[in-house]
T-cell receptor
Framework: AQRVTQPEKLLSVFKGAPVELKCNYS??????LFWYVQYSRQRLQLLLR??SRESIKGFTADLNKGETSFHLKKPFAQEEDSAMYYC???????????FGTGTKLQVIP | DAGVIQSPRHEVTEMGQEVTLRCKPI?????LFWYRQTMMRGLELLIY????????DSGMPEDRFSAKMPNASFSTLKIQPSEPRDSAVYFC?????????????????FGPGTRLTVL
């Protein structure tokens, strides 16, 4: 079974402060990990995926297989980062994606 | 490209009534997913289709829920009879990818969602 855990429902940080959204997963095979974001009144959309090893909008996420984690980080939060963030997992080569319960990020001006 | 299209955007109905949600995936995508979003449980996969065939419906809550994909450009999610606990936002998503291709990292494209309220 595959499972994604996001322990925080709400994370509030001040503008300019570092951000870390936590994500832990459980999967017996080779996972593919994603972060999706939903801005207010917009569609849920892909933010980044671990296989791309890219930084999007200043966000990065490193897959730590030892700790089974895929935390999302940004050194300096911006107000426009306020949104709902979902961590997601799929088996490599498979299309079924399991989402976490989401973390609402609130950046305080 | 309008992306994934869902209708209606909002639905208010009374308990016991039949509800039908509709989805048009992005042209050329071969997989379609139905999700339910609630505050308590987040985003839950209900069912997904590959090439119009249901692959995994283990997330469908109970027999009151059914989904069909008669062709590559249309899918429905039906709830009959509806209950207040079905109130949620229902999302449809589509993706392009083939099962078994390692490293595809299939991105899912979401529709705007249908907000269902069952009174």
């Amino acid at each position: 079974a595959q499972r994604v855990t996001q322990p925080e429902k709400l994370l509030s940080v001040f503008k300019g402060a570092p951000v870390e959204l936590k994500c832990n997963y459980s999967y017996s095979g080779s996972p593919e990990l994603f972060w999706y974001v939903q801005y207010s009144r917009q569609r849920l959309q892909l933010l980044l995926r671990h296989i791309s090893r890219e930084s999007i909008k200043g966000f990065t996420a490193d897959l730590n297989k030892g700790e089974t984690s895929f935390h999302l980080k940004k050194p300096f939060a911006q107000e426009e980062d306020s949104a709902m963030y979902y961590c997601a997992l799929s088996g490599r080569g498979y299309q079924k994606v399991t989402f976490g319960t989401g973390t609402k990020l609130q950046v305080i001006p | 490209d309008a992306g994934v299209i869902q209708s209606p955007r909002h639905e208010v109905t009374e308990m016991g009534q039949e509800v039908t949600l509709r989805c048009k995936p992005i042209s050329g995508h071969n997989s379609l997913f139905w999700y339910r979003q609630t505050m308590m449980r987040g985003l839950e996969l209900l069912i997904y289709f590959n090439n119009n065939v249901p692959i995994d419906d283990s997330g469908m809550p109970e027999d009151r829920f059914s989904a069909k994909m008669p062709n590559a450009s249309f899918s429905t999610l039906k709830i009959q009879p509806s209950e207040p606990r079905d109130s949620a936002v229902y999302f449809c998503a589509s993706s392009l990818g083939a099962r078994g291709l390692a490293g595809m990292g299939n991105e899912q494209f979401f529709g705007p969602g249908t907000r269902l309220t069952v009174l």
